[in-house]
Structures are given as C-alpha cells and as structure tokens.
C-alpha cells in the first residue's frame, strides 16, 4: 500500500470566504449612505471576515502556500478589509 496524503496547502480559496463577506459592505457603502444598523451589521461582518482571515493565516503558517495566485488574493483580501475599517472608523 502507498501512503497518500495530501497536504491542504493555501489557494485563492482561502481567501475567498471573507472577500465574500466584505463584498456587501463594500457594496452598500459604493451605493447609498449607510444608516446605523446597517453601519452595527457592517461592524459584524468586518470582523467576522478579519476571524476568517486569521484563520486563513493558520493555513498560511502551517502548511504554506504552493501558487502565486493566492497571494494576490491574499493582498486583495487585505486591502478591501483595511478600506473598510478605514470607511468604519471614519463614520
């Protein structure tokens, strides 16, 4: 028999799931003026995509990253995530 494992290296997957969840916020921010629930839910979401983005940092640091297309995603991930704390505070 042959052992074969696979090791579950970072892809642009990782970093899909909390662009997903930013996308709203960004959305809504492009379109109309936020009113405050929306700016409480948007508080929500932005952290709940930094939880995710730590998260995909475990995968980074643990089991690394083979494609040069991850961390593209990885920096466009990042930059939506500082433009809307940027957007948050600034309300």
């Known amino acids: 028999m042959t052992d074969t494992t696979t090791t579950r290296t970072a892809t642009e997957g990782t970093w899909a799931l909390p ?3 930013l996308a709203p916020l960004a959305l809504v ?3 109309t003026e ?9 508080w929500i979401l932005w952290s709940v995509s930094a939880l995710l983005i ?7 640091l643990r089991k690394g990253t083979r494609e040069n297309a991850a961390w593209g995603m990885c920096a466009v991930v990042h930059a939506v995530l500082a433009w ?5 505070v600034g309300e």
């Open 29 to 31: 921010r492009l379109l």
């Open 54 to 60: 730590a998260a995909g940092w475990t995968t980074v």
């Open 34 to 42: 936020p009113t405050t629930p929306w700016l409480v839910l948007s």
């Open 19 to 21: 662009l997903a969840v």
């Open 84 to 88: 809307q704390l940027i957007s948050l």
